[in-house]
């Protein structure tokens, strides 16, 4: 079973966070901002904005989401994030190792959206998502969401050669196949940083691209919530623990200063 955070173990990687130079990357709806019923009213609470603000001023620190890079950007308006990296790991990753940009999925996606809206029409309370390189099926909407997912996956099936699709909360991610990913995203990071070691935190399936991959530096990994089949080593119960561990890392910085 995976340890929870603040088992011993966890609390010494977090310890060896402040003993080298470090990197802290985070997810942000599950993870730096709860799930919410309507994705457009997602926003990071007022307490953890304020901790976010002085753990980014103490550590350096990432925002790597699946949303799009410019909407990412506008809900963490005030948060020093040295690097934001949006759409699953495919915009803005400052290595040309991982991806240029994305251009050459652009098409595809916008092809692709066009076509869907068709073949979904019929399904009630479903929306889709244009990310420009990415594109998201939501159904938190659809009152069935069972029913609506099963009949969403049977209808996406035959992009498999095209795109990935990687379930999430109420959402299937439609992720061209060879994009980079998370896990790709943060690699690039730790290269580019030269850190020593780094700390990952996500919620869902995407982060599991993190959790998995051979990362250049010593990475602790965090998932939120329980999940037994998560390659992540630790775990934190609930995303209300967050502002916890937030919290405990900027105390840990600054724990011997005068």
């Known amino acids: 079973m995976t340890p929870l955070l603040h088992s011993p173990d966890g609390l010494e990687a977090l310890r060896r966070l402040v003993s080298e130079p470090s990197l802290l990357a985070f997810d942000f709806d599950g993870t730096l901002s709860p799930i919410v019923a309507d994705r457009d009213a997602a926003a990071l609470?007022?307490?953890?904005?304020s901790l976010l603000r002085e753990v980014c001023r103490s550590y350096r620190c990432a925002l790597i989401t699946g949303r799009s890079r410019g909407d990412a950007l506008a809900r963490t308006e005030g948060i020093?994030?040295?690097?934001?990296?949006?759409?699953?790991?495919?915009?803005?990753v400052p290595d040309p190792r991982v991806l240029?940009?994305?251009?050459?999925?652009?098409?595809?996606?916008?092809?692709?959206h066009a076509a869907l809206e068709v073949t979904l029409g019929d399904c009630d309370g479903v929306t889709i998502e244009n990310k420009g390189l990415s594109l998201a099926i939501h159904y938190r909407r659809a009152l069935e969401r069972s029913r609506v997912r099963e009949r969403l996956l049977a209808r996406l099936a035959p992009l498999a050669?095209?795109?990935?699709v990687v379930p999430g909360k109420m959402v299937l991610n439609l992720?061209?196949?060879?994009?980079?990913?998370?896990?790709?995203?943060?690699a690039a990071l730790i290269r580019r940083t030269g850190v020593a070691r780094a700390l990952y935190v996500g919620d869902d399936v995407t982060d599991e691209d993190v959790f998995a991959t051979p990362m250049p530096a010593a990475v602790t990994t965090v998932r939120v919530g329980t999940s037994?089949?998560?390659?992540?080593?630790?775990?934190?119960?609930?995303?209300?623990?967050?502002?916890?561990?937030?919290?405990?890392?900027?105390?840990?910085?600054?724990?011997?200063?005068?």
């Open 161 to 164: 050669d095209r795109f990935r």
């Open 45 to 49: 609470a007022p307490t953890t904005a």
């Open 80 to 92: 020093p994030f040295e690097f934001v990296i949006g759409n699953h790991g495919m915009e803005d």
């Open 175 to 186: 992720v061209p196949v060879g994009a980079a990913h998370k896990g790709d995203a943060l």
């Open 100 to 112: 240029d940009g994305g251009l050459p999925f652009l098409p595809i996606v916008d092809e692709t």
């Open 228 to 258: 037994p089949a998560s390659a992540a080593r630790f775990f934190l119960p609930d995303q209300r623990k967050m502002d916890d561990l937030l919290a405990m890392l900027f105390h840990q910085k600054h724990a011997n200063e005068p």
